[in-house]
């Protein structure tokens, strides 16, 4: 199963935020949208990712404002992306290895929309749900 599979079932909504936002108002759209992570996009250039841990190390822990904190001072710059061509696997092993939970999708350079390890995880429950099935329906025969 490939990333372009996983987002023709979830969807392709991108929810993304301005650098010059305050975490405060990123918070507001991550719990409006019902979302652990949000991009941060300045025009097409994809700059970062906040997340709720994010939130919770770099503001609450260390007693800042989140009204006062601006996304581009606590984000993660360093995005760790994928294409749709990408295979589940592929993904895995990224979030696993890097110890993340959300990988934006490229494809050609712009954002066209953001994968969960919850997403892969449903994606290779359902292959080996399948696989079963038709296991079960060989060793019926």
Request: glycine letters at 4%.
């Amino acid at each position: 199963m490939t990333v372009d599979q996983i987002l023709n079932a979830k969807g392709k909504n991108v929810f993304s935020v301005r650098s010059t936002t305050t975490v405060y108002e990123a918070l507001k759209v991550m719990g409006d949208k019902n979302i652990g992570a949000i991009l941060i996009i300045d025009g097409t250039d994809l700059k970062g990712i906040l997340s709720e841990r994010d939130y919770a190390r770099k503001i609450v822990l260390k007693d800042k404002s989140s009204k006062e904190t601006f996304v581009h001072e606590i984000m993660e710059s360093n995005v760790f992306t994928v294409q749709l061509s990408n295979n589940i696997d592929d993904c895995m092993e990224l979030m696993s290895s890097k110890r993340i939970r959300h990988l934006p999708v490229l494809e050609n350079g712009t954002v066209v929309g953001i994968i969960s390890i919850s997403d892969v995880v449903k994606a290779i429950i359902e292959i080996q749900k399948d696989t079963i099935h038709h296991l079960n329906s060989y060793i019926s025969q």
